[in-house]
C-alpha cells in the first residue's frame, strides 16, 4: 500500500509541474490573441482610412480630368482660330502686295479717278457716265482685324493654354 501511495504521490508532482506549464503558456496565449485582436482593429482603421483617400484621389482625378477636358476643347478653339486665320491669310493678299499694287493701278489708268457720288445723284446720271465711275478701292477687311495687339493676345492665349496642359 506504501508503494502505491508513493507511487501516487509521484504522479501528482508530475501533474502538477505539467498543469503550471500549461497555465504559463495559457497566459501567454491570452497576450498573443490580446495583440492580435489589437493588430486586426489597426488593420480595420487602416483599410478605412485608405478607402477614404481612395475617394478622395477618385474625386481629385474627377476633377482633374474635367479639367483637362475644359483645357483641350481651349486648345482645340484656339486651333480652330488659328486655322481660320491661316485661311485667311492665304486667301487674301499681303498689305504689301495690297500697296504695291495700288500705284500700279493709279499709273495705268491715265484719266484722274471720278467721284463716287450718292446714289440719289448717280441715277439721274446716264449710263455712260454710271459705267465710267469706278468706286474707291476699299481696304481689305483682314487688315483692320489684324493688328499687332491682337496678335499679342492670340500669341498669349496660346501660351498660356499650352502651359496650362
Not at 3 to 28: C, D, H, K, P, V
Not at 31 to 44: K, M, W, Y
Not at 63 to 73: D, F, M, P
Request: aromatic share 2%; charged share 25%; glycine share 6%.
Amino acid at each position: 500500500m506504501a508503494g502505491l501511495f508513493l507511487g501516487t504521490l509521484i504522479y501528482l508532482a508530475r501533474l502538477n509541474q505539467r498543469l503550471g506549464a500549461l497555465r504559463g503558456a495559457q497566459s501567454e496565449l491570452h497576450g498573443l490573441l490580446r495583440a492580435c485582436s489589437d493588430n486586426v482593429d489597426s488593420a480595420e482603421k487602416s483599410i478605412t482610412a485608405l478607402r477614404a483617400a481612395a475617394q478622395s484621389m477618385a474625386g481629385d482625378l474627377g476633377r482633374s480630368l474635367e479639367q483637362a477636358e475644359r483645357l483641350k476643347a481651349d486648345i482645340d478653339a484656339t486651333c480652330a482660330a488659328a486655322a481660320r486665320l491661316l485661311d485667311r491669310l492665304s486667301e487674301e493678299p499681303a498689305v504689301g502686295e495690297m500697296k504695291a499694287a495700288a500705284p500700279a493701278v493709279a499709273t495705268r489708268s491715265e484719266s484722274p479717278r471720278p467721284e463716287v457720288r450718292p446714289p440719289s445723284t448717280a441715277q439721274a446720271d446716264t449710263g455712260e457716265e454710271q459705267a465710267a465711275s469706278v468706286p474707291a478701292p476699299v481696304e481689305p477687311r483682314w487688315t483692320e482685324k489684324l493688328r499687332p495687339e491682337g496678335e499679342r493676345t492670340a500669341m498669349r492665349l496660346f501660351r498660356d493654354t499650352i502651359r496650362a496642359l
